[in-house]
């Protein structure tokens, strides 16, 4: 018996098949390939932070790397789930589910970063598909600078 043909969502579930529900749930939303990159190259050079943290207590938000004391969160996006601009495709599949869903995570991201700013926070967002080593490179100069300006005052 073809599994595929008798399956049953779960109650509230959008997956399309048992495969696809499958394949969804593989998807990771933290520790991803470019954020660990990232992450080794930046803590090499002795930055230390925290991941997947909350920069605000009462922002329900968490944000791939928090530097708390120079109040840096970065962001590294993927390219498909917030609409990279250069990478993103449209979904052929159950398309308005998914357009929306894009939409909604860059409204999200935008709302993130004004929230961030108001705070007095610094945001470095990032797509996925940009080098690790620039990212890592513009992570430290933007910490540094923060750092040293608040020493110097």
Not at 139 to 153: C, H, K
Request: glycine share 6%; with cysteine; proline share 7%.
């Amino acid at each position: 018996m073809d599994t595929e043909k008798c399956w049953v969502p779960p109650a509230g579930s959008w997956a399309s098949s048992a495969g696809r529900r499958r394949n969804m749930q593989a998807i990771r939303s933290r520790d991803t390939k470019p954020e660990r990159l990232i992450r080794r190259l930046v803590h090499a050079q002795g930055l230390r932070y925290r991941v997947g943290a909350k920069p605000l207590p009462d922002l329900h938000r968490t944000a791939d790397m928090v530097f708390r004391p120079a109040k840096v969160a970065v962001f590294i996006d993927g390219c498909y789930w917030h609409g990279c601009p250069e990478h993103y495709v449209p979904p052929k599949t159950n398309s308005g589910y998914w357009s929306d869903k894009v939409a909604g995570n860059m409204a999200r991201d935008r709302d993130t970063n004004q929230h961030l700013v108001d705070a007095g926070w610094t945001v470095l967002r990032f797509w996925e598909h940009e080098s690790p080593e620039r990212c890592a490179d513009q992570i430290i100069l933007t910490v540094s600078s923060i750092r040293r300006s608040r020493d110097a005052s």
